[in-house]
């Protein structure tokens, strides 16, 4: 008697699980039906508007990176940044972050002198740098420093958010 209650509880609960599999499915079915019944082709715009490579560029340099010395940095520095396709699409910047990697020299407690590292970064919404940065740079700039555009974030035409390459200038 037992053993046919317990088997019969058995079954039903097995039973129970199967009906609320099948559900789920004829539901997982029906959705997918539906989307396809009332999805009109060509409504969806799936084009991000990126003709080809897109490209960062300073003044006349373009790329990821460029090797410059100070002077030609100094000359491009006040210069916008600027993102094009290789089509000559242009994309409008909605922000970048700004890096510069410094290059200090500190003492030790006998008088010893070496080199530090530091970092300096801002999140910019426009372009060029403001002048505050840029009398920084003029003024501080050494060989061997690294300025660096990253993180930036374009829109296209149709207002598409999308990330450009990095752009970064090493100083010789």
């Not at 006040?78 to 020299?105: A, E, M, T, V």
């Not at 700039?141 to 660096?148: C, N, Y």
């Amino acid at each position: 008697d037992v053993k046919i209650l317990y088997l019969n509880q058995t079954l039903l609960i097995f039973i129970n699980v199967m009906k609320i599999i099948f559900y789920q499915i004829v539901l997982l079915f029906t959705t997918f039906l539906a989307t396809q019944a009332f999805a009109q082709p060509g409504s969806l715009d799936n084009s991000f508007g990126v003709e080809g490579k897109l490209i960062t560029s300073l003044g006349q340099y373009k790329d990821t990176l460029q090797k410059l010395t100070r002077d030609q940095t100094l000359a491009i520095i006040s210069s916008p940044l600027q993102i094009n396709d290789d089509k000559k699409g242009i994309y409008s910047i909605s922000s970048y972050q700004f890096i510069y990697k410094k290059r200090n020299i500190s003492e030790d407690e006998t008088g010893k002198k070496y080199i530090t590292p530091s970092m300096t970064a801002q999140l910019f919404k426009t372009t060029p740098l403001s002048p505050i940065w840029i009398e920084n740079i003029k003024d501080q700039l050494k060989t061997g420093e690294v300025l660096w555009f990253t993180d930036v974030i374009v829109k296209d035409n149709k207002g598409h958010v999308m990330f450009a390459p990095d752009f970064k200038i090493m100083i010789l």
